[in-house]
């Protein structure tokens, strides 16, 4: 069978750690990248986005992940991210104000970290409403 080990793991929790036949995450710099068993050694940067997961069974399971790193070595693959959630994980509420406060912190006058600071909140809080809404739960 073509499937690799993979393991998410999230600031606050192991999110997967089990055989998976492809992962496809938001790479910081080439926008979606997959990766199938046996793929070249590498280490990428990840942003905040939606990954999708097809494991060993064929079950899919897409989830937003944050911002992180992801290692392929030797068919082993590790994302470590700040955040990975499943969609009914998400609390529509809670990143519909992280966006108001975001956009609310962008309106005022801020300093030039500030502002790049309350930028990745709101896209932050946009990506999971993102993915709240597409799989619609």
């Keep these: 069978m073509n499937t690799f080990k993979l393991k998410i793991v999230a600031s606050n929790k192991i999110f997967f750690d089990a055989e998976a036949r492809s992962l496809v995450v938001p790479h910081a710099d080439m926008g979606l990248e997959g990766f199938l068993a046996h793929h070249e050694d590498c280490v990428v940067p990840i942003e905040t986005g939606e990954m999708k997961i097809i494991d060993a069974n064929g079950n899919v399971l897409n ?12 068919n082993t693959a590790t994302l470590v991210c700040i955040s990975a959630e499943l969609p009914e994980e998400i609390d529509e509420r809670r990143a519909q104000e992280a966006k108001e406060r975001a956009e609310e912190e962008m309106r005022n006058q801020q300093s030039q970290l500030e502002y790049f600071h309350s930028q990745a909140n709101l ?6 409403l993102k993915v709240k809404n597409r799989h619609n739960i």
């Design 123 to 128: 896209a932050r809080a946009m990506e999971r």
């Design 63 to 74: 989830a937003f992940v944050g911002n992180g790193f992801f290692e392929f070595l030797n």
